[in-house]
């Protein structure tokens, strides 16, 4: 079983320059375009999303090159810019168009989970962060979301003061702009810093369901993560990790979430065994992070001995955070799908 190991062993030492790996196009969204995005003719927004994806993605081209011969004759860098926020539930291919938006766009670009803008921004500092970002044409934020005041005034400071430089910016979010922050924290003290953000976007809602609730439906039941090992075992082809996911969430807690992405690189998929229900609205939050940098890498995920519709417990599924839970579960669905295939592959 020399080819399991445990991400407990792992450096978890910060390091500011992982924030920079961050700021790029995740592994899972490399190589998305237009055409690969097929709307559900039942439901007409998503052909919508999918016009107005483009045209904005065209527009960016266009202010970039007329902004380049300005600069090289002496003039101004561009007008204050709009963005596009691409509203709708989890699965009906928000991430999608966003990153097909940055696909098309051209260079300087920068590509974010809002949570990873949020922690870059930590890691960095305010001038710092903005230096990184002022002079890019885009800037895609996936999931955008307010967890609580500081951030808000941070990062509504931090895009105002980038869009005032002409940079442009598309986000996906399962939250209309104005009821960010509602059930988190007490939004209607930063009813200016939130009509900000909003006043930068165009609103674009998808409507749909989740592809995943529909393609991987059959993998929501527990699975033996001992068994799971033992195929992996013998396959002698994958690298994995074991731990108990309650050591696992202790180790994730001593690492800043900048480093979980260096954390799981070496392997080819992260397996959590005794699976119980989380209680802890951090804990529950970290693993969210984590669920999100595993996807995103396409290194599957898989935690064993629950069945992944009670791994918050109902008081965190009832809170302001309750979408977060669920695009969490969404993902550990179609993971556990893909580490399925990734052992059958390497097993035939």
């Given at each position: 079983?020399?080819?399991?190991s445990?991400?407990r062993?792992r450096?978890?030492?910060?390091?500011v320059?992982?924030g920079?790996?961050l700021?790029r196009?995740?592994?899972?969204?490399?190589?998305?375009?237009?055409?690969?995005?097929?709307?559900n003719a039942?439901?007409?927004s998503?052909?919508?999303?999918?016009?107005?994806?483009i045209?904005?993605?065209?527009?960016?081209?266009?202010v970039?090159?007329?902004?380049?011969i300005?600069?090289l004759?002496g003039?101004d860098?561009r007008?204050?810019?709009?963005?596009?926020?691409?509203?709708?539930?989890f699965?009906?291919?928000?991430?999608?168009?966003?990153s097909s938006?940055?696909?098309r766009a051209?260079?300087?670009?920068?590509?974010?989970s809002?949570?990873?803008l949020?922690n870059?921004?930590?890691?960095f500092?305010f001038?710092r962060a903005?230096e990184?970002i002022?002079?890019l044409n885009?800037?895609c934020?996936?999931e955008?979301?307010l967890d609580d005041?500081?951030?808000?005034?941070?990062?509504?400071?931090?895009l105002?003061?980038?869009?005032?430089?002409g940079?442009?910016m598309a986000?996906?979010s399962?939250?209309?702009?104005?009821k960010?922050?509602?059930?988190?924290?007490?939004?209607q003290?930063?009813?200016?810093?939130i009509?900000s953000?909003?006043?930068?976007f165009?609103?674009?809602?998808?409507d749909g369901?989740?592809?995943?609730?529909?393609n991987?439906?059959?993998?929501n039941?527990s699975?033996?993560?001992?068994?799971?090992v033992q195929?992996?075992?013998?396959?002698?082809?994958?690298?994995?990790?074991?731990?108990?996911?309650?050591?696992?969430?202790e180790?994730?807690?001593?690492?800043?979430?900048i480093?979980f992405?260096?954390?799981?690189?070496?392997f080819?998929?992260v397996?959590?065994?005794g699976?119980?229900t989380?209680?802890?609205i951090?804990n529950g939050?970290?693993l969210v992070?984590?669920?999100d940098r595993c996807y995103?890498?396409m290194t599957?995920?898989v935690?064993?001995e629950i069945?992944?519709?009670t791994l918050?417990s109902?008081?965190?599924?009832?809170?302001?955070y309750?979408k977060?839970?669920?695009?969490?579960?969404?993902?550990?669905?179609?993971?556990?799908?893909?580490?399925?295939?990734?052992v059958?592959n390497?097993g035939n």
């Open positions: 079983m020399n080819n399991i445990s991400l062993d450096d978890t030492s910060f390091d320059s992982a920079l790996e700021l196009l995740p592994q899972r969204f490399k190589g998305t375009s237009f055409e690969s995005y097929h709307p039942n439901y007409p998503q052909e919508t999303a999918l016009n107005k994806s045209d904005f993605a065209d527009s960016i081209e266009r970039a090159s007329q902004s380049s300005r600069r004759l003039g860098r007008n204050k810019s709009r963005g596009i926020y691409l509203d709708g539930g699965g009906v291919g928000k991430s999608h168009l966003l938006i940055y696909e051209p260079e300087p670009k920068a590509f974010a809002f949570i990873d949020v870059v921004v930590g890691a500092g001038e903005y990184t002022r002079g885009i800037i934020i996936d955008f979301e005041p500081a951030e808000t005034v941070l990062i509504a400071n931090l105002n003061r980038a869009r005032g430089d940079l442009f986000a996906t399962n939250t209309l702009p104005e960010l922050g509602d059930g988190r924290f007490a939004a003290d930063f009813l200016r810093e009509q953000l909003r006043d930068a165009e609103v674009i809602t998808i369901p989740d592809y995943r609730a529909t991987f439906s059959t993998q039941d699975i033996d993560s001992g068994s799971l195929k992996i075992s013998k396959s002698g082809h994958l690298s994995v990790t074991m731990d108990p996911l309650e050591k696992l969430i180790h994730l807690s001593r690492a800043h979430p480093m992405k260096r954390m799981i690189e070496p080819d998929a397996i959590a065994g699976g119980e989380i209680e802890s951090n939050l970290r992070v984590f669920v995103e890498s599957p995920f935690i064993g069945n992944l519709e918050f109902e008081q965190l599924m009832a809170s302001g309750r977060k839970f669920g695009r969490a579960i969404s993902r550990l669905i179609q993971m556990r799908y893909e580490i399925e295939s990734l059958d390497y």
